[in-house]
Every structure is written in C-alpha cells, then in structure tokens.
C-alpha cells in the first residue's frame, strides 16, 4: 500500500521561530511536492523536487526553502515563521514518466503560528 | 500561468441526485486534467484523470468531460450516495511529462440521505 507520511499532524508555533515540516514516502518517486491548503484558495504549490537535492520554486515560494538529501525524505523550511503561514502543508510524490502522473499525498500538517 | 477556475464552491444534493462540478482553464497549452477527492482528515485522492485527447472519460459512477474549445472540463457523479460528500479539486497540468498541477480552489460536495 503506497504511503506518504507527515511527521506531525498539528504543530504550534511562534513567530519567529525556524519551523521544519518532514514527509517521507516510501514508493521510491523521484518527485516529491509541498503545497499549502487555504479555505478558498485551494492547493498552492510551494515547491517540488525531481531528484535528490534538486528543487523548483512553486508558485509561492517565499518565506520557505526545501531539503531534499534523500530520494525518501522532502522537507519544508521556515526559516521565520510569521502569522499568514498559518495553514494546511500538504506533502505529495509521484513518479516520473508520462504515463505514472497520480500524485499521492500525505495527510497534511495544520499549522499554527502564533 | 495556468489560471483554474472551479464553481460551485459548495453544493448540496439528495441521495440518489445527481451532482456536476464545472472548471475552466486558462492555458491553452494544458493536456492534462486531475480530479481529487479530499475526506475530511485526509490527503486529496486523484479518483479519475482526462488527457485533451479524449472528450470523456467514465468509471462507474463518476464521469469527466473536456471542451478543449471552451477550455471547460467538469465532473459528474450520478447516484450519489453519502459516502460522497467531501472535497472535490479539479486541476490541469501542460508541463512536461504532467508533473506540476494548477488546482482549482475546491467544491464542497454534501450528500444528505
């Protein structure tokens, strides 16, 4: 059963703070997403990676970055969480190839920033 | 960019009714065409894709249907049942191999008995 992990389901934060977000797969996808969920706006990538440390800004980069240094593992930094990150993250991975483009997400991770 | 529209944001129906979700797009380049389902607690699902070759697309009870001319797509859930009711994202996609998706802003779907 494929599987996308998120290390936490709810976290608190405050501002200021360096905020890690961790996902794990384990279907060996070479590209990995984050996304952020607001009511209203839908799914907003963030940023994604096709391949150990290599990443692509999203459409709404700033204020993060990523590490990728395993093909597994794709984290999500705030290198100083303010109030408007306060959101859903939503992890995501697929393989590459046209014909396997089902993207297979993670539960999500609702943060607060206070 | 690719711009998506979705509409309705919610919706509600009657078991057994009929319920369709419209997108459109805005990139004329877009050849891919996602549908999630989001359950409450849960992760989006993908529960059926069209490519801008084809027109429609059925399983089950679910369809999609693609006007490339209109740049439209939409979904459509016949006989719905409870176990419907969550969050449906439509999506579209023209980078290469499909990797990176445009999603709509989400629809609401609530089946009551």
């Known amino acids: 059963d494929v599987k996308v992990t998120q290390s936490s389901r709810y976290l608190v934060k405050r501002t200021g703070e360096k905020v890690f977000l961790e996902c794990v797969q384990d279907?060996?996808?070479?590209?990995m997403f984050w996304y952020r969920q607001d009511p209203g706006l839908g799914l907003r990538l963030i940023y994604f990676?096709?391949?150990?440390?290599?990443?692509e800004k999203g459409d709404i980069p700033e204020g993060y970055s990523v590490s990728r240094e395993k093909k597994e593992r794709f984290s999500l930094i705030l290198e100083s969480a303010s109030t408007n990150q306060t959101s859903m993250y939503l992890c995501?991975?697929?393989?590459?190839?046209?014909?396997?483009?089902?993207?297979?997400f993670g539960p999500g991770t609702r943060l607060t920033v206070l | 960019g690719e711009n998506v529209e979705q509409h309705p944001s919610t919706l509600s129906v009657q078991e057994g009714d009929s319920a369709v979700i419209k997108c459109t797009y805005s990139?004329?380049?877009?050849?891919?065409f996602p549908w999630y389902k989001q359950e409450l607690g849960k992760g989006p699902q993908l529960i059926i894709d069209?490519?801008?070759?084809?027109g429609e697309k059925k399983d089950q009870r679910i369809a999609v249907t693609l006007n490339k001319t209109a740049k439209h797509f939409s979904l459509h859930i016949t006989e719905t049942q409870p176990e419907d009711s969550a969050v449906y994202f439509c999506?579209?996609?023209?980078?290469?191999?499909?990797?990176?998706?445009?999603f709509g802003t989400g629809t609401r779907l609530l089946v009551s008995p």
């Open positions: 990676s096709y391949d150990v440390k290599m990443k």
């Open positions: 995501a991975s697929n393989k590459q190839g046209s014909g396997l483009r089902e993207q297979f």
């Open positions: 279907m060996d996808h070479e590209n």
């Open positions: 990139d004329s380049a877009s050849n891919y």
């Open positions: 069209i490519r801008s070759n084809v």
């Open positions: 999506a579209a996609s023209n980078s290469p191999g499909f990797q990176k998706l445009v």
